[in-house]
């Protein structure tokens, strides 16, 4: 299985930005019934939860990014993406993309968002 994140860059505060994941290796019913999300990690500080699908299909997101950022997927493309609008300093940080298989974790490479003042 592989992850590759995409979008990332440097905006000033109220810009938006869209992520993408592009996923490979992966059947189209693991795809739509596996837990998935963005992560992110701000220099000096742990990588946290951003936005997930559930494996039921639910969707939680991280306090602080809640009414600016929409999680969503293309399952036909085996996608998914974060909208990030209404960005802030606060959510500079390298994004990750994981998929949860069994009991294992998958991350790709990340994407460095930069919001500026």
């Known amino acids: 299985v592989q992850l590759q994140a995409s979008g990332g860059g440097s905006v000033q505060a109220g810009g938006s930005l869209k992520l993408s994941c592009a996923t490979s290796g992966l059947i189209w019913s693991t795809f739509t019934s596996s837990r998935m999300g963005w992560y992110r990690q701000a220099p000096g500080k742990q990588r946290d939860l951003v936005a997930e699908?559930?494996?039921?299909?639910?969707?939680n997101y991280q306090d602080s990014v809640k009414g600016r950022f929409i999680i969503s997927r293309d399952n036909s493309k085996k996608k998914l993406f974060l909208q990030m609008n209404s960005l802030e300093p606060e959510d500079t940080a390298v994004y990750y993309c994981?998929?949860?298989?069994?009991?294992?974790?998958?991350w790709g490479k990340g994407t460095l968002v930069t919001v500026s003042s």
């Open positions: 994981t998929i949860e298989l069994g009991s294992r974790d998958h």
């Open positions: 699908f559930t494996s039921g299909g639910s969707i």
